[in-house]
């Protein structure tokens, strides 16, 4: 069956430094993928897509790698800051099926 | 005013109740999703419709139904709630995928926060 995974440990992180999330797939081949970003009790908010034939792309703080032969996605907040404290959503979406399947998340705690 | 309004923002309500969800977009955006989201789980997809006309199942629409009474207003029932209903409840829009690949960035609203005991 499909999956996606993200590591639902909540990752902690000193300001300044660089969180990396994951988002592992298995038994797709998605058209692209896309990170939102989830504060509490707020609904999820788009940040990124990145597309099956790009390796790369970025926005302001935030890079976004995708490499369909590990089926992995990675998130990069560089530079981090205590207001970056969320969670982090992935999610996939394949062409047939037109819709988004998304993963668990992951808690990032910025600490000042 | 917020693009996408959903209402209650809370609910608690008692095994059995018939309960409906409603949300508005004010984004003119053709598609429209009902998720719910439990701890570890992440967002899971209800139901999705594409337009006035076009209703479709997700993943896990065992126990609810749907209604999309206009483009800007899509609302979930359940119609005879359980406690396992007991979660939190999105609703997302977003524009038509278009012919040259066009992204589905998705509109969430602010959630309902539904209790079932």
């Known amino acids: 069956s499909q999956k996606i995974e993200q590591n639902s440990e909540a990752l902690n992180i000193q300001e300044g430094k660089t969180a990396t999330l994951t988002c592992n797939y298995t038994?797709?081949?998605?058209?692209?993928l896309q990170w939102y970003r989830q504060d509490p009790g707020r609904g999820p908010v788009f940040l990124l897509l990145i597309r099956e034939n790009e390796k790369e792309k970025r926005k302001e703080r935030l890079k976004v790698t995708f490499d369909t032969t590990l089926k992995q996605s990675l998130f990069h907040i560089t530079a981090s800051q205590p207001a970056d404290s969320a969670t982090y959503l992935c999610a996939l979406f394949k062409a047939a099926g037109n819709k988004l399947t998304f993963g668990g998340g992951t808690r990032v705690l910025v600490k000042p | 005013d917020a693009d996408v309004t959903q209402t209650p923002r809370n609910r608690i309500t008692k095994t059995g109740k018939r309960i409906m969800l409603e949300c508005s977009q004010t984004?003119?955006?053709?598609?429209m999703y009902w998720y719910r989201q439990d701890p570890g789980l992440g967002l899971r997809l209800i139901y999705y419709s594409f337009d006035v006309k076009d209703i479709n199942k997700g993943e896990i629409s065992d126990g609810y139904s749907v209604s999309r009474q206009a483009q800007a207003k899509f609302s979930l029932s359940l119609e005879s709630a359980i406690p396992n209903q007991t979660a939190l409840y999105f609703c997302?829009?977003?524009?038509?995928?278009?012919?040259?690949?066009?992204?589905?960035?998705?509109?969430f609203g602010p959630g309902t926060r539904l209790t079932v005991l």
């Open positions: 997302a829009t977003s524009d038509i995928l278009t012919s040259s690949g066009g992204y589905n960035e998705q509109f």
């Open positions: 038994n797709y081949s998605p058209a692209y």
């Open positions: 984004k003119g955006h053709d598609r």
